[in-house]
């Protein structure tokens, strides 16, 4: 008979089931291989924004490429958007069925492929190739929470904190190398786009063994019985989840209007093409600190509220900046947007693990919140690029990015109560 603290353990988070004896093996072996885990787990996050981050310098060149209109150069990258909310919906089935190692691994090579097709000289594969991007990082999104509440319970925030980390420092880097590597290759933004191919190629390689130690127990769970005979929660009819998946969705709007339209705002200024580069890589980096740093404040405190006004309030500072002096203001707007933006990722990710009461509702959560909050974000690059295009000015889309700002405020003081799902 196991005690209630062993079936929390023992519960897969990506499915809401136990593994039999010999998966319960396995998964005490992969566990005796912490660097293995945790190396596949900081490589697989560097990827999780790089294919996103590596076009938005190269966007006025992809358009003119393809002669792409501004609202169909936002479908660059509003499609894969889109596929991290579609992808999220399938995610938690293939993690019952396969296990979240063999997911992992696959999400990655799907990746890898994805980036090249993009390169292709073809609209079709350029678009084609975003779904397979978006897909990939659905996956990564979705099942990366449940993973780090199953094997790192007591140190779920410290280790998304890790992990947002990581991912945001990959995106820094694939903005600030964008333009440098097309020229460093000298194949165009083809070459600058596809190079990131390598560094999913890499990460799967790491996942690779963890496939391998943990490949006796996927496919083979038993429904797990929660402590007290509770059923399992309907995340879907919680008002509580609701509010996390909105603060999820409002805070990845916004982040993604930047990701798209970042350079080109400060270029539709002035700015050069390179400098913007640099600026939008600058706004990256200093995520990363925000990253890091709200997961463990939140981590520590009963109710995140104060965070969930820190981080909004400095999210529409930096798009007030914008609006009003974009090139004079562009490295203090960056910063500001920086911290903002990072603390935000951060404190969603761990809203989820910290209303969750178990690893199987992690799951679930990650997946509704993931689901529903990208299919919401999607709409962002290319409702501002339409706005755009329809006024020749950033200023109503900015405004109206002000008013997303608002949204998550509110939503985000119900989800920070000190409350489980």
Known sequence: MRTGEEVRVLVDAEAGVRPPAEGTAARRALLAHPAVLLAGIVLASLNMRVALASVAPLVGEISAAFGLSATASSLVTSVPVLFLGLGALVAPWLGRRFGAERVLFAALLLLAVGILARVLPSV???????????????????????????????????????????????????????????????????????????????????????????????????????????????????????????????????????????????????????????????NNLIQVAGAFAVPLL??????????????????????????????????????????????AVGLALTLIVLRSGDAATAARLSGMAQTVGYLLAAAGPLAAGALHQATGSWTLPICVVLGVCAAALAVGLLAARNRTV
């Open 298 to 343: 939140a981590g520590r405190m009963r109710s995140q509220r104060p965070l969930i006004v820190l981080v909004t309030t400095l999210v529409a500072a930096g798009y007030a900046g914008l609006m009003v002096a974009p090139v004079e203001g562009a490295w203090l707007w960056s910063a500001v947007l920086g911290v903002g933006q990072g603390g």
């Open 124 to 282: 079709y594969a350029l678009y084609g190739g975003g779904i397979l991007v978006g897909t990939a990082i659905a996956l990564l999104n979705v099942l990366m929470p449940g993973l780090i509440k199953r094997d790192f319970p007591d140190r779920a925030a410290s280790m998304t904190s890790l992990y947002t980390g990581a991912m945001i420092a990959g995106a820094t880097v694939a903005a600030a190398a964008a333009v440098p590597l097309e020229k460093a290759l000298g194949s165009g933004w083809e070459g600058s786009l596809g190079f990131w191919s390598l560094l999913a190629a890499v990460a799967a390689l790491a996942w690779l063994p963890q496939v391998l130690i943990v490949r006796g127990r996927a496919g083979h769970g038993v429904r797990a019985v929660p402590a007290g005979d509770a059923r399992p929660v309907s995340v879907w009819r919680s008002a509580l989840a609701w509010q996390v998946t909105l603060f999820m969705g409002l805070q990845s709007l916004w982040s993604y209007v930047l990701i798209a339209w970042m350079p080109t705002i400060f270029t539709d200024h002035g700015m050069s093409r390179s400098t913007a580069g640099v600026i939008f890589a600058f």
